[in-house]
């Protein structure tokens, strides 16, 4: 596989790239669009784009259902990205011509046993108190809204605001809209950040991030299962639901074309082979909670390895001692849900120098502590955030990048950099 390098050299656009995106998933591809709609010239670096975590991810936009206990920052994040999902898939639908499967019909929570209830009306509850929607429901309520719910159902509760979307949509409609936009894809891998000639590089690259970067992202793997109506027909449930069943927590997800995910373990391991106990246990927990899954065809079975952190929360903004580089990263269970702000939030700081507010508890350097003096000549006493950054990302438009600046940007970026 060609390297970015010698891609450089055999395409003249790379050289002259106002930004370079590592990574051609869901992050990647969607910094790109709003980057390359903002005219700025980009390139997207990926020997295999999508075929990262997203490939088998659910597709739940779930900030309500997602938040849980002393996550309270990441839970705003959620409820924000999650509030820029109507507008965001009504624009990449236009913008691509793609239909993403978007679904508004929102989330049921549900339990079977007493214990399994017990734990589920703890996290309803903070769910509640830090003002989230959530609304408990009576068995009798809940089957009105899915009479194919087991009877041994005990109660549960409905998230009207978390909704979902389809993953194997939203990826190639991103990829038409950026490409449209005016991003080019790349075919390759990145082995170091050295290797990239741009004005600014995002690393969007999940798991792999964490080799080009020393970020502390780990792979967490989840396996998930693929079923299908049969005949094709449509799902006979509409909500995406969310079960406690005898202490395993499942979700099913509806697909309008037949198809239902039933997801999903988390492992602390990075490989991508499925198991007969996992398959057996999600299995299990789902046709506890629905009966008629058993009638359904297993079509798929699938491990995905999604970018973990440390905090649970994403990595966005500079990095500290790498001028030029922002990190947009480590989005773990999230990444779907989180694109739209994401894109936002990492074009804005691109396009302006100037980090919003929003990402300031998500920064790179919550992990690697103050920044390393900058021998480019900047004050070494401050961290190599935000002001420096502004001094390595292009003005608005694009068209403010000098050759000077990107010399300076490009040297500094190769020669300090201590991974590489
Ligand atoms: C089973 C499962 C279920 C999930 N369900 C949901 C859900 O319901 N809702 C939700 O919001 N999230 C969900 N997620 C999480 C979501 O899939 C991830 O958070 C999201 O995919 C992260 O996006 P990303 O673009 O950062 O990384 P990825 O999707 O992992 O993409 C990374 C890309 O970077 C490329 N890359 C890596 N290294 C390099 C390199 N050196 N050079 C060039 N390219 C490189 C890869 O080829 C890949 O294409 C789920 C994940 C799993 C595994």
């Known amino acids: 596989m060609l390297s970015a390098r010698s891609t450089s050299t055999q395409a003249g656009d790379v050289a002259r790239a106002d930004v370079a995106v590592v990574g051609a998933g869901p992050i990647g591809l969607a910094v790109a669009w709003r980057c390359a709609a903002r005219g700025l010239r980009v390139t997207v670096h990926d020997p295999a784009p999508g075929s990262g975590a997203s490939a088998v991810a659910a597709g739940m936009l779930a900030p309500v259902s997602e938040a849980y206990f002393g996550e309270r920052e990441l839970t705003g994040l959620l409820v924000e990205s999650a509030a820029r999902w109507p507008a965001f898939a009504a624009e990449l639908t236009e913008a691509s011509g793609v239909e993403l499967g978007y679904r508004t019909e929102g989330t049921l929570l549900v339990g079977l046993t007493a214990d399994d209830l017990a734990e589920a009306r703890r996290l309803w509850a903070y769910q509640q108190e830090i003002g989230l929607p959530v609304t408990p429901l009576r068995p009798s309520e809940l089957r009105d809204r899915e009479p194919a719910l087991a ?93 406690y069943a005898d202490g395993e927590s499942v979700y099913l997800v509806p697909r309008s074309g037949g198809e239902v995910v039933v997801g999903a373990t988390v492992e602390e391991r990075r490989d991508t082979d499925v198991s007969a106990g996992a398959v057996l246990r999600l299995l299990r927990a789902a046709v506890d909670v629905l009966p008629e899954l058993a009638e359904y065809d297993l079509v798929e079975t699938a491990a995905g390895l999604r970018p973990g952190t440390p905090d649970n929360a994403p990595i966005l903004g500079p990095l500290p001692g790498r001028p030029g580089v922002l990190a947009a990263t480590g989005h773990h269970r999230h990444g779907i849900v989180l694109t739209p702000v994401t894109a936002d939030l990492i074009a804005d700081l691109v396009t302006t120098g100037r980090p919003d507010p929003l990402l300031a508890p998500f920064r790179p350097d919550r992990f690697t502590g103050p920044a390393a003096p900058d021998s480019a000549g900047s004050d070494p006493t401050a961290p190599a955030t935000g002001a420096a950054a502004a001094d390595a990302v292009p003005a608005a438009g694009g068209a403010g990048v000098s050759a000077a600046g990107d010399d300076d940007v490009a040297a500094r970026t190769s020669e300090e950099d201590p991974w590489n």
């Open 151 to 243: 009877p041994r159902v005990r109660g549960g509760a409905f998230a009207a605001t978390d909704h979902q979307v389809d993953p194997r949509l939203l990826l190639p409609a991103l990829r038409i809209a950026a490409e449209r936009a005016g991003a080019v894809l790349v075919p390759g891998p990145v082995r170091t950040l050295a290797d990239l000639d741009a004005a600014v590089t995002v690393v969007a690259a999940g798991c792999g991030a964490a080799a080009l970067t020393g970020l502390p992202v780990r792979p967490v793997k989840g396996q998930v299962l693929r079923l299908r109506a049969p005949g094709g027909a449509t799902p006979g449930f509409r909500h995406v639901i969310r079960g």
